[in-house]
């Protein structure tokens, strides 16, 4: 049984940070691309980040230079470091795994920008 739980969500002020984590099981992590997305109140759930299992990135626009995504394999982990806080960045995230087509996604974690 394919499981992803996200944790490290939570409220933060306006340039603030946080991490959040993508904890696995179920899967092969190592091969599969891992993505984080974000789905705010009223608007269509979006790709943030994602990580190829050859660690190659791609990001939002609204997120470049500010969030960081990262893999270990070792602990079937993957991450989402988020700096530079706005308030719209504000949504549910999703963890997100793919192989083949073959997708699974997590219960998603709140991330409210507030002050």
């Known amino acids: 049984q394919v499981q992803l739980v996200e944790s490290g969500g939570g409220l933060v002020q306006p340039g603030g940070s946080l991490r959040l984590s993508c904890a696995a099981s179920g899967i092969i992590f190592s091969i599969n691309t891992m993505g984080w997305y974000r789905q705010a109140p009223g608007k269509q759930r979006e790709l943030v980040a994602a990580i190829t299992s050859a660690d190659s990135t791609n990001y939002a626009d609204s997120v470049k230079g500010r969030f960081t995504i990262s893999r270990d394999n070792a602990k079937k982990t993957v991450y989402l470091q988020m700096n530079s806080l706005k308030p719209e960045d504000t949504a549910v995230y999703y963890c997100?795994?793919?192989?083949?087509?073959?997708?699974?996604w997590g219960q998603g974690t709140q991330v409210t920008v507030s002050s």
């Open positions: 997100k795994s793919s192989i083949f087509g073959n997708d699974h």
